[in-house]
């Protein structure tokens, strides 16, 4: 879906970095689509001031307690605060950056 | 690794007659309700309204299996936070701190906030699929327990992907080889609010909370046991400081000992109508007669007998303060006083309406156990039967009569019969369960009134089946003696064989 630059308002006037963290579990064609989508978005919208972590739940499954993770692909918006999660394989561009905060909730 | 691995839905030919293996709860009850626990490697619905008990009754599950049966446990919860756990397990007498601690039981809090997260296309559970398996590892746990899972209906928005992902989590378990308990929230018109029976349908239990005229009652069912037999009746249950137990009255094996030795009455005369030695110990003696009969002087004279002998007794006044039966006693010359005072006797007095039934027995038990009395009276027990209804009562005191039996306890209730003719329907309910049957009664003759006394029943002993004539004196019950009885009213009344109540 093609994302038009006149509808995103940015709510962080300050460019804070976004560090990120993708859960998933195995190298499914579920992650492997929620990562593309996530790297497109980030290019699109957060040039520069991102960082993603892939979390492969099935070589650390110890770390799905601690983000609270049930559904894989998850989307931890670690940084900046508050703690935003998105679920599914992010193939949903507007509800991503609202889930982010990179675009008011309408 | 072995057969469980084997979906045994899928196999239909199991060997006919073979019942399952079994998971024991270490409930006492449900153990024998479903004839040894629990459907090994499989899951179990537990369901509930709100305050029903259900999680206790997981979480004993678990505690049970990691200190009684070297079965580690897995607890996933949906709801509650680790203290809200903590307290509700130390409610029951385990220390989870402990068990965690040693490896024994592994507890994950699942927290799902609908608003914190966004949904946008395809996603799985496998998630909470990782963190059961890590937990189940981590302890080599042969228990499980999700508690409420039905949670996460409130937590996702997909229900297609929660359902198909639940499915596959029941499978999945099943796979495992774990014995598994899952509670969900009683629905209206349905076991449970969102359906889980669809998926989890090995074993159903279902619990209930009922308040029967401001009297709360807790009962739990087998709805549904696969490939076993179970019992299918409401069972009433209770929580207490000591956790779960439930009597199973259809089920209930008849073990208690039989001792030979015997007690007093504290009446000579009794003790001779009952082959010369009074009661057996441990047995159980009904004393019933209308008001103004003389039950509780019986029962007066049968506690200070045992405290005469050193014998600790405890007594559940149902209807008078221990003071009132105190000052009534001495007034027949039977003081029991010194015994209190020394320690023998103690009274538990307490209105019947106060408490539920389950609460009474109870508090009951508890009495029984911290006194560990060697006698014990409950009077009357009827003003009880205005608490419940028949059933219920009735199912009560076989379980308190039961539970004396097995502790050898002497015990006498008193139970106060509205009319002669109601005998049969008022205390056939409880008379199976009783040893002795002393029955007393009234009547009028020629101006005089006449107080009499005789053995219904008194199981395993050659008693009297004459109606014998007393008196209350200054000096507690005086019992005549045929010889005694004056010439022109006969002192025994001949119970004419076969024209009374069959003795059973």
Not at chain 2, 412 to 429: D, H, K, N, Y
Request: with cysteine; hydrophobic share 40%; glycine share 8%.
């Amino acid at each position: 879906m093609p994302v038009s630059n006149k509808t995103a308002a940015p709510l962080q006037v300050v460019a804070e970095t976004y560090r990120l963290r993708l859960y998933v579990a195995g190298q499914t064609p579920k992650s492997i689509l929620a990562l593309k989508n996530l790297k497109h978005i980030c290019e699109q919208h957060l040039q520069g001031r991102y960082e993603i972590e892939m979390i492969d739940l099935f070589l650390n499954p110890q770390l799905a307690a601690g983000d609270q993770i049930l559904a894989v692909p998850t989307l931890v918006r670690r940084l900046p605060e508050p703690i935003k999660k998105i679920i599914g394989d992010l193939s949903n561009t507007d509800r991503v950056l609202v889930g982010l905060d990179l675009r008011a909730r309408e | 690794m072995d057969t469980r691995k084997i979906d045994v839905e899928a196999v239909p030919s199991r060997a006919r007659g073979a019942e399952l293996t079994k998971a024991a709860t270490g409930i006492r009850g449900l153990d024998e309700i479903t004839r040894g626990g629990l459907p090994r490697g499989r899951p179990t619905l537990i369901c509930g309204g709100a305050g029903s008990g259900k999680t206790l009754m997981a979480l004993t599950f678990l505690a049970n299996g990691a200190l009684l049966f070297d079965e580690p446990g897995v607890l996933m919860t949906f709801e509650e936070n680790a203290e809200e756990i903590r307290s509700d397990v130390a409610s029951l007498g385990f220390d989870t701190d402990a068990l965690v601690a040693a490896n024994k039981l592994a507890i994950d809090y699942v927290r799902v906030e609908r608003s914190e997260i966004e949904e946008t296309g395809e996603y799985d559970l496998e998630g909470l699929f990782v963190r059961l398996d890590y937990a189940i590892r981590s302890v080599g746990a042969k228990r499980v327990v999700l508690d409420t899972i039905e949670t996460l209906f409130a937590g996702l928005r997909n229900d297609g992907i929660l359902r198909s992902e639940l499915r596959r989590l029941f499978r999945w378990l099943k796979e495992q080889g774990v014995t598994a308990v899952i509670t969900a929230e009683r629905g209206e018109g349905a076991l449970t609010r969102h359906g889980l029976e669809e998926y989890v349908s090995d074993a159903v239990i279902l619990l209930d909370h009922r308040v029967c005229d401001q009297v709360s009652t807790r009962r739990l069912r087998v709805v549904k046991y696969r490939g076993s037999h179970h019992g299918t009746n409401e069972y009433p249950f209770l929580i207490n400081r000591d956790g779960i137990s439930m009597l199973p009255v259809s089920s209930m094996a008849l073990e208690h000992r039989a001792p030979l030795d015997r007690v007093s009455s504290g009446i000579d005369a009794l003790d001779d109508m009952l082959s010369g030695k009074g009661y057996y110990r441990g047995s159980t003696v009904l004393v019933s007669g209308m008001a103004g009969t003389g039950k509780t002087s019986l029962a007066a004279h049968f506690i200070e007998a045992a405290c005469r002998r050193g014998e600790r007794c405890l007594c559940f006044l149902f209807e008078e303060s221990p003071a009132q039966l105190l000052r009534n006693m001495r007034s027949i010359g039977i003081d029991l006083e010194p015994w209190v005072t020394a320690g023998l006797l103690q009274f538990h007095a307490e209105r019947p309406s106060r408490y539920g039934l389950e609460t009474h027995l109870v508090t009951m038990h508890h009495a029984v156990a911290d006194f560990k009395p060697a006698v014990a009276v409950i009077d009357p027990v009827t003003n009880l039967m205005t608490v419940g209804t028949f059933a219920d009562v009735q199912a009560m005191l076989t379980r308190m009569i039961d539970h004396l039996k097995t502790e050898n306890i002497t015990a006498m209730l008193t139970s106060l019969m509205p009319g002669l003719t109601a005998i049969e329907r008022t205390e056939t309910t409880i008379s199976s369960l009783m040893d002795t049957w002393l029955v007393l009664a009234n009547d009028d003759v020629r101006g005089r009134h006449r107080r009499g006394l005789y053995v219904l029943k008194s199981r395993g002993m050659a008693h009297s089946n004459e109606l014998r004539e007393f008196a209350i004196t200054d000096g507690g019950m005086n019992i005549r003696y045929p010889a005694e009885a004056p010439a022109n009213s006969p002192g025994v009344w001949r119970f004419e064989e076969g024209a009374g109540h069959a003795s059973l």
